[in-house]
C-alpha cells in the first residue's frame, strides 16, 4: 500500500477499505507518512467526506494509535465530557470539578486550540508548572488518587489525533464532519470513560453552522461510542456568540476560577449546570435533571466543586498559588476598549469574528510550532437580547503591541448588530441526542 494511491482514491471520490485507513493512521503516528501527505488526506476527507463505516474505521485507527485505558476498576461509573470546539468555552474548568466533587470519577483528555476556537489544554497551560502530557501511568494513577484528571495528549494517549489536530489546525481542515468526529471519539475511547456527555456547537462560532450538520455530527458521535460500548449524550448547544465574557487563554482560566468561586456570566452558568447535570445522570449520582441540576449548584455553592479544581491544579504540578490569586495569571500590556455608537437592542455578537480576532491577536496559531500568547484575548460585555446605549462598554481588547488592537477594532465592531426592536435572547440548548 502506498499514501499517494490512498490520498488518490479519496481526492476520487472512492470508498477507503478500513486496512487502507489504518495504514494511513499507523504510518502517519510513525512519521513514514510525512505531513505533507497527511495534509493533503485530511483536504480530500474535508472535501468528499467519508461514509460511517470509514469515519468508524478512522476513529478506531486513531483510537488504537496508542495505549487505550481500561478503567474497569473503577466500576463503570467514569465520566467525561467534550466539545467539539467553540469561542470562549471554558466549560471543562467548571464541570469536571463539579462531576469529580458529586462523587463521579472524571478522567478528561483535553485539546489545545483549533481555528478560531481556543483550546482547554493552551488555557490550563496558563498555570506554571501544570503537567498537561500526562502518562497511561500517570493518568490511572491520579484517577485512583484524586478521582480527577485532566490531560492532553501523550505519546501514549491518542497521539494520531494529537498530530493530525495540530496540522488540521493550520491547513484549513478543521471543518469536517469526519475529521471532527473521529478525532473527538478517538480521544475518548482511548481515555476509556464509561460515560461521555458531548458539547455539539451550533452557529457562527462553532465548526457546525447549521442545526442539521450538528444533528449530523452528533448523531455519528453517539453511534460511533455506542458501537465501543460507551453511554454517549449529545447536547446541541448555541455558539452564535461567545460563551461567558472572556476568549483567550489565561482570560478564560480566570473566568473559570470566578465562576467555580460562585460568581459569573449568566449563560456560562447556565451552561456548565446542564453540561454537569448530564455527566451526574450518564455516572448515575443523580436520578433525574431537576436532581442533578441542584446537585450540580449545591457543588459550586458549598465550594467543593472549587476544591476539586485546587486539588487538580496541584497534583498535575501547577504552582496553586496562580489560582488562588487569578491576579498573577498571565496579563497583557495593554487593555483599549471599544464602546457602542448607538442606543437599541444587541441582534448579533458573531463569535466567529470574535475568535477571529483573538486569534489574530495571538491568542491562537496560524503555523504548527506558532508560540500562542497567553495573556492576550477579548473580553465581550455583549449578549444577544441585552439593551445598550450609546457609549457602553462592548470590548476589551487585552494585547501586548498596540499593533494588534488597530487589527481587531473594525472586525470586533462589524462583529455587533445593534437594532431598534427588542430581541429575544438564544437559549443555550437546542437538543439533546442520544437520551433513550
Ligand atoms: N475537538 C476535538 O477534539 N477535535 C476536533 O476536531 C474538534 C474539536
Known sequence: MRAVDIITRKRDKEELSPEEIRFMIENFTKGSVPDYQMSAFAMAVLLNGMSHGEITAMTLAMAASGDQLDLSEFGGRVVDKHSTGGVGDKTTFIVAPIAAACGLPVGKMSGRGLGFSGGTIDKLESIPGIKTNLSTEEFIQQLRDYKIVLTGQSADLAPADGKLYALRDVTGTVQSIPLIASSVMSKKIASGADSIVLDVKVGRGAFMKTLDDARELANVMVAIGKLSGRKVIALLSQMDQPLGHAVGNALELKEAIAMLRGTGPEDLHTHCVDLAAYMLILGHAAQNLDEARNMAQKAIDDGSAWARFREMVKVQGGDISFVDEPMKLPESKFVYSIFADK????????????????????????????????????????????????GDLMFEVHVNRKSDFDLVFEKLKSAVEICVEPVDPPPCFWDVIGVN
Request: aromatic fraction near 4%.
Open 343 to 390: 442606543d437599541g437592542y444587541i441582534k448579533t455578537v458573531d463569535a466567529r469574528e470574535v475568535g477571529e480576532s483573538s486569534v489574530m491577536i495571538g491568542a491562537g496559531r496560524a503555523k504548527k510550532d506558532d508560540q500562542i500568547d497567553l495573556a492576550v484575548g477579548i473580553m465581550v460585555y455583549v449578549k444577544v437580547g441585552g439593551k445598550i446605549c450609546k
